[in-house]
């Protein structure tokens, strides 16, 4: 399993981005896929997780800011980020971990998840 993450950038703060993270191999419809980010000095933090049956979960850091949704079709999960603060200037990457249809716990934790993708670097700066 492959995972490709994308759609970082500079934005200016208040402003928006959607990531990206696109699956190769495996059967992504059975994956619980989540984003993390590293901010610059600090320790990888959890984002957000989608089990496969939908169920979503967000850090409290991002809640009510970030969205997390998939397609299975397109075996791509996103990260709606609005209202981007300074703060959330990081490198985030996706994880994802293979599951059954009646998991859906949060998974929060770094070695949770067997499969990860590079990073893609947000950058929030006026």
């Known amino acids: 399993v492959q995972l490709q993450a994308s759609g970082g950038g500079l934005v200016h703060p208040g402003g928006s981005l959607r990531l990206a993270c696109v699956a190769s191999?495996?059967?992504?419809?059975?994956?619980?896929v989540a984003w993390f980010r590293q901010a610059p000095g600090k320790e990888r933090e959890f984002v957000a997780q989608?089990?496969?049956?939908?169920?979503?979960f967000s850090g409290d850091s991002v809640k009510g800011r970030f969205t997390i949704s998939r397609d299975n079709a397109k075996k791509t999960v996103y990260l709606q980020m609005r209202s981007l603060k300074a703060e959330d200037t990081a490198v985030y990457s996706c994880?994802?971990?293979?599951?059954?249809?009646?998991?859906?716990?949060?998974?929060?934790?770094?070695?949770?998840?067997?499969?990860w993708g590079q990073g893609t670097l947000v950058t929030v700066s006026s």
């Open positions: 994880a994802a971990k293979d599951t059954i249809l009646s998991d859906s716990r949060l998974f929060d934790t770094l070695n949770s998840y067997n499969y």
């Open positions: 191999g495996g059967t992504f419809s059975r994956f619980a």
């Open positions: 989608i089990s496969r049956n939908t169920r979503s």
